[in-house]
């Protein structure tokens, strides 16, 4: 079962360890969900779309995945 986060801070820490994150937009209302899968467990958390670019941009997952979009993006270094 995938586990709920509400807090963006342990989001991030989640997201170190996770091996892939994925975007998702809501097709009705402006709420996206950002999905980071760690070795044993999916982490969700639901954030407002305009701020999905600037949240991106703290996360540590070594590959970001648009789902909607097909664009991926891999974190080098």
Same mark, same amino acid.
Request: net charge neutral; charged share 50%; with cysteine.
């Given at each position: 079962m995938p586990v709920e986060l509400k807090d963006w801070e342990e989001?991030?820490?989640v997201s170190?360890?996770?091996v %892939?994150?994925?975007v998702k937009y809501a097709r009705k209302g402006d709420l996206a969900k950002i999905k980071a899968r760690? $070795?044993?467990v999916?982490?969700?958390i639901k954030v407002d779309r305009g701020r999905?670019? %600037?949240l991106i941009k703290e996360l540590k997952c070594p590959r970001i995945v648009?789902?909607?979009t097909g664009e991926v $993006?891999?974190?080098k270094g």
């Open positions: 989001f991030v820490r170190e360890r996770a %892939e994150c994925r760690t $070795r044993r999916l982490y969700t999905v670019e %600037e648009f789902v909607d $993006r891999e974190v």
